[in-house]
């Protein structure tokens, strides 16, 4: 199976979207989802299911389809030329329609206008609007009707035809084209009162109104994906590429792994790679939404499009094209605003029956009032009126617009949401499970103390032990020399041995000095550990810390605890997920002593410790199985197994592949805050959804009776059914103004 991206043309509304969904579908062993606002067909397909049959069955539609064109090397190329001709060709329809409609409107409503034969005059502006203003209405229906479809704009256009052509009957064959012939307006029609009246300002308004709407949706479906544009914008155009020593500027396409290229201050990096030489500061905001930079320095790994506004670096290129950071989360936000929730399945099931109903109903209003009440004008209002107001197009905006404005706000802020099955999740959840290293904790080994005995003072055995941990890889070694580097220079060892999982010697000076597990320098050296430093090591131990001895000259003296420490964050973390209804859980496989104490500093209570990957699994499980809703919070291959069997798995976006891939969702910056935000922005952006469902079916429900009891006059339904699309378009796009309280959190600290 190969997962494929298709563009869709020629799709005006929902309707279009699940007509080509559903023709994709019936192909043998394809499974399709068609987007609206995005205007893409996700599509899995067998090997033996060609492109080229895929593009036909589209075709066969009435729509056309091709694979998107690869990107371009100069995306920041002029805006301007990006905006499609369909946008600049509706918005001159638009405002042409619009400027013959105005005095035909005021021509019919306003009896003081209306001269001797003004009518005629009418036609003579409304023509134009009611034939080339709809055209694109009246094309749409006519492709759809040669395909046995019907769509909202088979709605619009024989409502529009049909005040048109009532129009010119009543004007050729009626008595409305007699000299001094006048119309008032109301806002009920009123049944029986149109014998010989016209209902030309219905078919111009009726479809400037929806221009008007069509052109509102393109422009704000524009707008709400601007985020995704801007994301992949972002990355570098060029790179200074160092080849046999010389420096050579050269584009970022050419770049291959293996490549070492310069960066210097206020320079993007150029691909995602590893530091080769030198020490910065990179600004991340990009990727985590935070304004501090991260520090970095060799060995550290660097992402593509990220500034660099430091000290000079040199990278070496380890990922490139679409395997880059960069690609892989704009893959995950436009996968994410191709997917549809529950909700919004319902409302594609309900919009594909909807026009071919809402027609027989028109139908059933004209016979209905021709036969109670006998007149044919009363009867024609009414059913123009519910063909008019019923169009479903908000029901198709309803989930994809929000769903385009929350993840492109979402990857603004550092967090990813693969889909809108994780909103719903979101909606759900009443527990988290929080890995403690990496998660609650910053994963990196710290020193948090030096412990001495009366025969040495801490700087004596701070120095000595780093130097002779200076050739150690382990991470205790290395937060030991990390600490004493701050201090001062490191005194140079020799004679350095290691026993792995123990400690190591070395020579300093003139000192043969032992460091290591307490019960190793004891059994391998015969060295006790004073009484008093013994005790402060177990208290040590019992927190969460990890405690190695210190000796020299054939005595231990003193030991040095080194940790993992918490987050500064963590705990105001813990009590917003509480605020949100989450009852946090800390699982680890660190000693209990450990994880109690960092579940202490932060205020958690249900603790579970010692337990290995698939223990984590057994855990998420166990939590299931007492009724509960689970999301789980992790960053490492262990945790991935875990992750996915959670019903919303949350990867730190620092963490391993496996992580990120078995996830939910990905929170870019280690920080347990941007959790809860992430939390809060899936949860409105759902709310948002189920708000514009609400409107659009709730809209329809409560019109469709008013317009065919015949209380509905046709311009006021015209200009109803566009403020529907419109009100679901604007309503999504609040979700551009959430703001994220980890950033308010972190500028309140500074």
């Given at each position: 199976?190969?997962?494929?991206?298709?563009?869709?043309?020629?799709?005006?509304?929902?309707?279009?979207?699940?007509?080509?969904?559903?023709?994709?579908?019936?192909?043998?062993?394809?499974?399709?989802?068609?987007?609206?606002?995005?205007?893409k067909a996700r599509v899995t397909v067998p090997d033996e299911v060609t492109v080229d049959q895929l593009v036909a069955t589209v075709e066969s539609a009435g729509y056309t389809a091709e694979l998107p064109p690869p990107p371009r090397a100069e995306p920041e190329s002029d805006a301007a030329?990006?905006?499609?001709?369909?946008?600049?060709?509706?918005?001159?329809?638009?405002?042409?329609?619009?400027?013959?409609?105005?005095?035909?409107?005021?021509?019919?409503?306003?009896?003081?206008?209306?001269?001797?034969?003004?009518?005629?005059?009418?036609?003579?502006?409304?023509?134009?609007?009611?034939?080339?203003?709809?055209?694109?209405?009246?094309?749409?229906?006519?492709?759809?009707?040669?395909?046995?479809?019907?769509?909202?704009?088979?709605?619009?256009?024989?409502?529009?035809?049909?005040?048109?052509?009532?129009?010119?009957?009543?004007?050729?064959?009626?008595?409305?084209?007699?000299?001094?012939?006048?119309?008032?307006?109301?806002?009920?029609?009123?049944?029986?009162?149109?014998?010989?009246?016209?209902?030309?300002?219905?078919?111009?308004?009726?479809?400037?109104?929806?221009?008007?709407?069509?052109?509102?949706?393109?422009?704000?479906?524009?707008?709400?994906?601007?985020?995704?544009?801007?994301?992949?914008?972002?990355?570098?155009?060029?790179?200074?590429?160092?080849?046999?020593?010389?420096?050579?500027?050269?584009?970022?396409?050419?770049?291959?792994?293996?490549?070492?290229?310069?960066?210097?201050?206020?320079?993007?990096?150029?691909?995602?790679?590893?530091?080769?030489?030198?020490?910065?500061?990179?600004?991340?905001?990009?990727?985590?939404?935070?304004?501090?930079?991260?520090?970095?320095?060799?060995?550290?790994?660097?992402?593509?499009?990220?500034?660099?506004?430091?000290?000079?670096?040199?990278?070496?290129?380890?990922?490139?094209?679409?395997?880059?950071?960069?690609?892989?989360?704009?893959?995950?936000?436009?996968?994410?605003?191709?997917?549809?929730?529950?909700?919004?399945?319902?409302?594609?099931?309900v919009s594909a029956v909807f026009v071919p109903v809402v027609i027989g109903l028109a139908l059933l209003t004209l016979l209905g009032w021709l036969l109670i009440d006998g007149s044919v004008e009363a009867a024609f209002t009414a059913a123009v009126a519910t063909l008019i107001i019923a169009?479903?197009?908000?029901?198709?905006?309803?989930?994809?617009?929000?769903?385009?404005?929350?993840?492109?706000?979402?990857?603004?802020?550092?967090?990813?949401?693969?889909?809108?099955?994780?909103?719903?999740?979101?909606?759900?959840?009443?527990?988290?499970?929080?890995?403690?290293?990496?998660?609650?904790?910053?994963?990196?080994?710290?020193?948090?103390?030096?412990?001495?005995?009366?025969?040495?003072?801490?700087?004596?055995?701070?120095?000595?032990?780093?130097?002779?941990?200076?050739?150690?890889?382990?991470?205790?070694?290395?937060?030991?020399?990390?600490?004493?580097?701050?201090?001062?220079?490191?005194?140079?060892?020799?004679?350095?041995?290691?026993?792995?999982?123990?400690?190591?010697?070395?020579?300093?000076?003139?000192?043969?000095?032992?460091?290591?597990?307490?019960?190793?320098?004891?059994?391998?050296?015969?060295?006790?550990?004073?009484?008093?430093?013994?005790?402060?090591?177990?208290?040590?131990?019992?927190?969460?810390?990890?405690?190695?001895?210190?000796?020299?000259?054939?005595?231990?003296?003193?030991?040095?605890?080194?940790?993992?420490?918490?987050?500064?964050?963590?705990?105001?973390?813990?009590?917003?997920?509480?605020?949100?209804?989450?009852?946090?859980?800390?699982?680890?496989?660190?000693?209990?002593?450990?994880?109690?104490?960092?579940?202490?500093?932060?205020?958690?209570?249900?603790?579970?410790?010692?337990?290995?990957?698939?223990?984590?699994?057994?855990?998420?499980?166990?939590?299931?199985?007492?009724?509960?809703?689970?999301?789980?919070?992790?960053?490492?291959?262990?945790?991935?197994?875990?992750?996915?069997?959670?019903?919303?798995?949350?990867?730190?976006?620092?963490?391993?592949?496996?992580?990120?891939?078995?996830?939910?969702?990905?929170?870019?910056?280690?920080?347990?805050?941007?959790?809860?935000?992430?939390?809060?922005?899936?949860?409105?952006?759902?709310?948002?959804?189920?708000?514009?469902?609400?409107?659009?079916?709730?809209?329809?429900?409560?019109?469709?009776?008013?317009?065919?009891?015949?209380?509905?006059?046709?311009?006021?339904?015209?200009?109803?059914?566009?403020?529907?699309?419109?009100?679901?378009?604007?309503?999504?796009?609040?979700?551009?103004?959430?703001?994220?309280?980890?950033?308010?959190?972190?500028?309140?600290?500074?």
């Amino acid at each position: 199976m190969a997962d494929l991206v298709l563009d869709i043309g020629g799709m005006t509304c929902a309707s279009c979207a699940n007509r080509v969904e559903r023709k994709l579908n019936k192909l043998p062993g394809v499974q399709a989802t068609v987007n609206y606002a995005t205007e893409k067909a996700r599509v899995t397909v067998p090997d033996e299911v060609t492109v080229d049959q895929l593009v036909a069955t589209v075709e066969s539609a009435g729509y056309t389809a091709e694979l998107p064109p690869p990107p371009r090397a100069e995306p920041e190329s002029d805006a301007a030329a990006t905006v499609p001709d369909t946008l600049a060709s509706l918005r001159l329809r638009l405002i042409l329609s619009a400027a013959l409609t105005v005095p035909v409107v005021a021509l019919s409503m306003i009896p003081a206008l209306q001269f001797t034969n003004w009518q005629w005059l009418a036609l003579t502006l409304a023509a134009p609007v009611a034939v080339w203003g709809a055209w694109p209405f009246h094309r749409a229906a006519w492709v759809n009707a040669r395909h046995g479809a019907a769509t909202m704009d088979t709605l619009v256009s024989v409502g529009v035809l049909a005040a048109f052509a009532w129009s010119l009957y009543a004007l050729f064959f009626g008595t409305a084209g007699m000299p001094g012939m006048q119309m008032t307006f109301s806002l009920i029609a009123e049944p029986g009162s149109g014998a010989s009246e016209i209902y030309l300002e219905v078919a111009a308004a009726v479809t400037v109104f929806i221009l008007g709407g069509r052109y509102i949706e393109a422009r704000t479906k524009r707008e709400s994906g601007a985020a995704l544009r801007a994301l992949l914008e972002l990355g570098a155009k060029d790179a200074s590429v160092l080849r046999d020593g010389v420096e050579v500027r050269v584009p970022v396409a050419a770049l291959v792994p293996g490549d070492q290229f310069l960066v210097r201050p206020g320079e993007k990096i150029a691909a995602d790679g590893l530091v080769l030489e030198g020490a910065s500061a990179v600004d991340l905001s990009m990727l985590t939404g935070e304004s501090m930079p991260g520090e970095v320095g060799v060995g550290d790994r660097v992402v593509g499009s990220t500034v660099n506004v430091g000290g000079r670096l040199v990278v070496e290129v380890t990922r490139v094209g679409a395997d880059t950071e960069l690609a892989r989360l704009a893959r995950l936000v436009e996968e994410a605003q191709t997917g549809k929730a529950e909700a919004q399945r319902l409302a594609d099931r309900v919009s594909a029956v909807f026009v071919p109903v809402v027609i027989g109903l028109a139908l059933l209003t004209l016979l209905g009032w021709l036969l109670i009440d006998g007149s044919v004008e009363a009867a024609f209002t009414a059913a123009v009126a519910t063909l008019i107001i019923a169009c479903p197009c908000a029901l198709g905006l309803a989930t994809p617009t929000a769903l385009l404005v929350g993840t492109g706000r979402g990857s603004q802020l550092g967090i990813l949401i693969r889909g809108p099955q994780v909103l719903e999740s979101t909606r759900k959840v009443d527990t988290i499970v929080l890995d403690k290293t990496g998660t609650v904790t910053s994963g990196r080994m710290q020193l948090l103390d030096v412990l001495t005995t009366d025969e040495a003072d801490r700087a004596t055995v701070l120095m000595l032990a780093a130097a002779a941990e200076h050739g150690s890889e382990h991470p205790i070694g290395r937060a030991i020399v990390a600490a004493a580097e701050l201090e001062g220079p490191v005194p140079p060892a020799s004679s350095f041995a290691s026993e792995q999982g123990n400690g190591v010697t070395a020579t300093v000076g003139d000192q043969a000095v032992i460091i290591g597990r307490a019960s190793w320098v004891e059994a391998r050296w015969a060295l006790a550990l004073p009484d008093g430093l013994r005790s402060a090591v177990d208290t040590a131990e019992a927190g969460a810390g990890t405690a190695v001895v210190v000796g020299w000259d054939g005595a231990v003296r003193g030991a040095l605890v080194v940790g993992d420490r918490v987050k500064p964050t963590s705990a105001e973390a813990i009590r917003r997920f509480r605020r949100l209804g989450l009852a946090p859980v800390l699982l680890t496989g660190d000693n209990s002593g450990a994880a109690r104490a960092v579940a202490t500093s932060v205020g958690i209570t249900d603790v579970r410790a010692e337990v290995t990957p698939a223990g984590k699994l057994a855990a998420i499980r166990s939590l299931q199985a007492e009724g509960r809703v689970v999301a789980m919070v992790g960053d490492g291959v262990n945790d991935a197994a875990a992750l996915a069997a959670a019903d919303l798995g949350i990867a730190m976006g620092a963490g391993t592949d496996a992580a990120i891939a078995a996830s939910d969702l990905t929170v870019m910056s280690g920080d347990l805050l941007s959790v809860a935000d992430a939390i809060r922005l899936s949860r409105r952006t759902l709310g948002t959804i189920k708000g514009n469902l609400f409107w659009a079916f709730a809209y329809n429900v409560a019109a469709i009776p008013v317009a065919m009891l015949g209380l509905l006059n046709p311009l006021l339904a015209g200009a109803a059914m566009a403020f529907s699309s419109v009100f679901v378009v604007t309503n999504s796009l609040r979700l551009r103004r959430f703001r994220a309280e980890a950033v308010v959190s972190h500028a309140a600290r500074q």
